[in-house]
């Protein structure tokens, strides 16, 4: 059984958010990889934002890299991006109480399907963007 860790991931506006993982002791060679942002956990509707493994690591998406054999275990990075422009459109203003300036909070769960195990989310909590003044 996987017990998913609860972690706030923090994104900057107007810059792209990039967040690398390290993975030991599985291998995620052929793992389905998914990450959903919503407004809140369990909110109805489509998700604002999905991502899914691409592994490209400069494109959108989740990608799996570095893989090496570290100690007799399987080691890899699992790296989160996502564009500056897909970021600047998360505004949910009015949607969940936010002012424009402020940080908006919304959910994110990460979610792996190893062949031979079951779907699990792995990772869950908050996904902060961090309001800035400079748009260049």
């Known amino acids: 059984m996987i017990i998913p860790v609860n972690e ?6 107007w810059q792209p958010f990039v967040n ?3 993975v030991e ?5 052929a793992a ?4 959903q942002l919503r407004l809140y956990p369990d909110a109805l509707g489509d998700a604002l934002l999905t991502l899914t493994r691409n592994d490209n690591p400069s494109a959108q998406g989740i990608a799996v890299r570095d893989s090496a054999i570290i100690a ?11 564009n ?4 600047e459109q998360l505004m949910p203003f009015p949607n969940n109480g936010t002012e424009p300036g402020e940080c908006v909070n919304l959910a994110y769960d990460l979610v792996i399907d190893l ?9 869950s909590g908050s996904f902060a963007i961090v309001p800035g003044a400079n748009q260049l």
């Open 32 to 35: 389905s990889i998914s990450l």
């Open 84 to 87: 500056e422009t897909t970021l």
């Open 72 to 82: 007799g275990l399987p080691t890899q990075t699992l790296q989160i991006r996502i």
């Open 8 to 13: 706030t991931l923090t994104a900057y506006r």
């Open 20 to 22: 690398s993982i390290e």
């Open 115 to 123: 062949p031979g195990f079951a779907k699990a989310r792995w990772m």
């Open 25 to 29: 002791g599985v291998d995620l060679g």
